[in-house]
């Protein structure tokens, strides 16, 4: 990309978008696209191309995605898969007919089987079952992924595909009902020490293991990959460790300095036991986190309190 280039960023109001925007201003970036919702709904192919054709981006970030917790996406498969799908054609499609220079789709980690071996690697796609929770996510992902290299495959285009593991930092979702899991604890545990509330109530027993990237990280990754890499392979994003869901916990309430208790409903999904992201593709182009999760989670708490005023 060259500092001129127009850049169209999909979703720039969410927790990734607003940060790729973030991360291109501050690299120099100065022909940065965005619309709003009301100006044109990906959903929409007509829309979605007459966008295309009134604005003709050179580089497209794909980060407008229907996404939350485990829990909203049991509640609301419909939406996790019809959705996306239709984002990501829509946006896909009319990438091509408006022949842009290059695409990215941004994927996630639940598109990998959930008996994949950890750290997982890239060639694990397609090569079990999917977790049943975020299976209307992470299929929609997958066919984006299979879409972009069915392009590349027949018309010679450069779209790539990159998986980041669970995202967390400004921006983020807070709402109680379809957050993620940081998002959600930051939030519950605020209100509790807030409410002098004597416990805070967790789902499942806190063994599962996860992997987490601060989002200011994982655009700068994007931006990285953008202009490093070439290929119809996925790349995975992440840090290269995990932690448990209980130290997780841990490292919040440390951070909020709440003194209650934390109670694990285990009737409650937690998910599968472990999912970390081998990382060994990024590295060895060049690109390494900078964030650690104390620095991160305290940033995020700080732009949580600032947004609750």
Known sequence: MHTNSR???AGH?????SAIVRSLEGYGYCNIITALKKDVDLRNETETLNFFESTRPDYVFL???????IGDTIKNPVHYLEDN????TNVI??????????????????????????????????CGKMEPANEPYGL??????????????????NYISVNPCNVYGPKDNYDPESSHVI?????????????????????????????????????????????????????NVGVGKDVSIKELVAHIVD??????????DTSKPQGITQRLLDTKKLNDLGWKPKTSLDQGLKTAYEYFKLEEK
Request: charged share 25%; with cysteine.
């Open 7 to 9: 850049i169209f960023v």
């Open 63 to 69: 980060a407008a995605a229907h996404c939350g917790g």
């Open 93 to 126: 499609t009319s990438s091509f007919k408006t022949k842009i220079e290059k695409l990215m789709l941004i994927g996630s980690a639940s598109v990998y089987p959930r008996d994949s071996k950890n750290p997982i690697k890239e060639e694990s796609l397609l």
């Open 255 to 264: 951070v909020i300095e709440y003194s209650g208790e934390i109670r694990w």
């Open 183 to 235: 998002a959600g604890l930051i939030r519950r545990i605020h209100e509790a020490k807030k409410n002098e509330k004597e416990f805070v109530e967790c789902w499942g027993t806190g063994i599962s293991r996860r992997e987490f990237i601060y989002v200011e990280d994982l655009a700068d990754a994007l931006v990285f990959l953008m202009n490093n890499y070439n290929g119809s392979e996925v790349i």
């Open 85 to 88: 799908l239709k984002i990501q």
């Open 140 to 157: 929609a992902k997958i066919v984006g992924i299979k879409l972009c290299q069915a392009y590349n495959q027949q018309y010679g285009t």
């Open 13 to 17: 109001r969410g927790l990734v978008g």
